[in-house]
């Protein structure tokens, strides 16, 4: 049976979140084409109703295979032998290195086309299409595949809809690995580059440009998150980044990370393109700036003018009434 | 020495550089550490290029000599991530030098193979006294390009990298030269850069070190500004007796038009510049139709403004946004989409400023040696003319196992290069004194082709004084749409430096503000930034955002210095 497979990334019991969002856009997707969606986690000891709750997001199976948890070859392998038992036609990826490792290994593997960074996925004549931006997001390229396609997406390309509660079946699948596959070990887990926050995970984003004026103003905004309290976070433009006020991991943008939370408040970002395109796909942006003719505000849903050293504080303590209200 | 608005010759504030001791290297690496090939080629644009395939057809008919050259007989050493990824020209061509390359390709083919958009059979050139009036003058001589034809350089280039690898040429992408490799008096090749420093050179976890690339003969064809170029001038002495070379600076968009455009169109100006002896702006614009395999219309349009103007806030982007409002231009362009955007600084100085062509093991081609007629505005042939000529008398030193190069320089000379460069010797000099002072001179250089005798002096671009004027109140706020800002503009080139990347720009910091505003208005891609709490008068600090680096080179001719970036970094042009 044709279909899509779907790998779903998980932690300490939890889904990532761009592997449920892969989850729900290939069950829209296999709907289109009248075929279903599967999804597949790999790990050691994974319970059964753990898995299941990806048929909350749509999928109307989820194999389950015992293997080393965090590498690639494994998934590899355990992928490779879904695929073919089963006769998928795609897999979806939500993002991620290791996705970016898995895909490439499949698609090695299966003699199948691959697409990477992946922003969108249409149906066209009863096949799938992916949709990438390149030369610097300047343009789209679309990718078809001939025989199987393996689609990996950009972090947060697919939304991620409530979960309806429902369980999938779960089938346990006997994989035998290849002699390579149990060669590497997972030693230590570590964020990249020092990140201490998940700014890609985080429904608020308050986000500082040069417009705070000094390495301090992060303070506000720090202060501003904390307020805001819940799934918030403190992230930084490529300039002052650049000019060493924040962490690189927090850098959003081009060539930084693309974000798409509820919320994205800019304090003292101009919102050039090369900052755009990291944080346009937000829910709601709120910009503050004191100068009105800031491109920002040709894409803020909310724009202030004005001194944000004056604007922050007062939001700080509008936000705790607010909430200790 | 800054005072209110008091003039600064940004030459008085060098940048930190220490050539040629930093781009020259003497030690060679041990021999089992370094690459060895037959001959090197610096840069994979129209010139160097051009020198490998004419190289490879007489190598292909002797494998004598090829076997000779080992087991790399020619490697081409790109910066970019493909040949042409850096390269942008107006472009309207004389066809000549690339039928005699390419004898086996029509015209035809060339639009075909996607680098050639039509020959021209109407043209006209334009006086614009005012913002909103043009008047048609008839074509000045310099100006008749019937029969010629308009063409991407930059895909020129990648066509011409397919050929040369067909040929058998290595070429190396996203690999800087950064080094001359200079034994004995001789040059030995080239040391690629290295690559996966961070900021402040450490090496990084993905470090890569740069390798000594050894060769029979070394061919600079770094384009504009080249730094191995620059470094070899000063090394082996070449520019001794010359004039100095002096730069202009051109930026250029593609357009996708609703309705073809019937001619090629330039214009002289006055307007937007402003061509008193005090602002010292010389400039003008082209605006050429293009076709494409397709059947679509694009339009190429640019600015170009010499870089010996005054006032500070000049800025040859913006001036060409300013221009887009025209009535003249607006009637072509507008419901049209901008599909390409870019910069580049080009040698204007001609004849006089031509350095001594070869140097024991080494010689130039095209704009590394400065062979642009900027008269005419015509340089792509002669890069292509001039790599015919290397590749012949390479290939000539190499039958003979002779690293003597000196029969390049002579044929240079006597050929159409030569010849062109010679009747526009001292045409545009009259220029350094203004436009209005200068013109008659200039006209009279016009109508004698040259028959004047005589030797007319150039100034060094850097040391005229500059002082913050008024031109930039005439720049529109871009909308986004029809003009545009300098980032967006960046964006669209597909530049992609790494973030982390080591600076390879050379500024001064602690400079008077009319340096760091000329440096502010005149980069294309706005790497330079005025803190917003600089003093208002007196010397600042500049930001330098280099990750926006086009690399147009323009700052060296102001003050400051472009070095090779990281192999890979910058625009990733495509039909400029």
Redesign the interface.
Known sequence: MAGILVYALHYEGAFNKNSLGAVAEAAKLAGELGTEAHAIVVGEGIADDLAAQLGGYGAAKVFKVEAPEGLAQPVVDAMAKVMTDNGHDYALFGGGLLGFEIGAGLAARLGAGVTMEVTNVTVQDGRLVAERPILGDSAISESRYKGVGIIIGRLNAFEVPASTGASAPVETVAVELSPWSTKAKLVKRGEQRGADVDIEGADILVAGGRGLGKAEGFEQLQELADAFGGNSAVAATRAVVDAGWYPYAAQIGQTGKTVAPKLYLAAGISGAIQHKVGMQSSENIVAINKDANAPIFEFADLGIVGDLNKIVPKLIEAVKAKKGS | MAGRNGAVAPGAYPPPVDSPNEFIKRQLDPEDERIEVGVAIVGGGTAGLATANRLLQLLADDPETLERLGEVPVAVIEKAKVCGGHNLSGAVVRPGPLQELYPEYTREQWREAGWAFGEVTKEAVYMTPTGKVALRIPTPPPFKNHGNEVISVSALARWQQQLAEEGGAYVLTETSATQLLVEDGVVRGVRTGDKGRGKDGEPLGNFEPGTDVTAQHTVLAEGCWGTLTGAAIREFDLAEGREPQVWELGVKEVWKVPKPLDRLIHTIGPWPLRISAKYGQIGGTWIYPMKNAKGEDLVSIGFVVDLEYADATTSAHDLLQQFKQHPLVRKILEGGERIAWGAKALPGGGYWSMPKLTMPGALLVGDSAGMVDTVALKGVHHCIKSGILAGEAIYAALKRGSTDLSAYEDAVEESSIGKELWQVRNTRQPFQKGFLRGGPGVNLQIATKGKLPGRKEWHRNDAKPMFIGSTAKGYP?PD?KYTF?K??S???????T???APNHIRVRQNVPREVAETWRWMCPAGVYEIP??APEHGNVDV?V?Y?NCVQCGAITAKGGRLTPPEGGDGP?Y?IT
């Open positions: 706020k986004g800002d980032l967006s960046v964006f669209i080139t597909g530049n992609a790494r973030d982390d917003e709490d930001i955002n990750t990733l495509q």
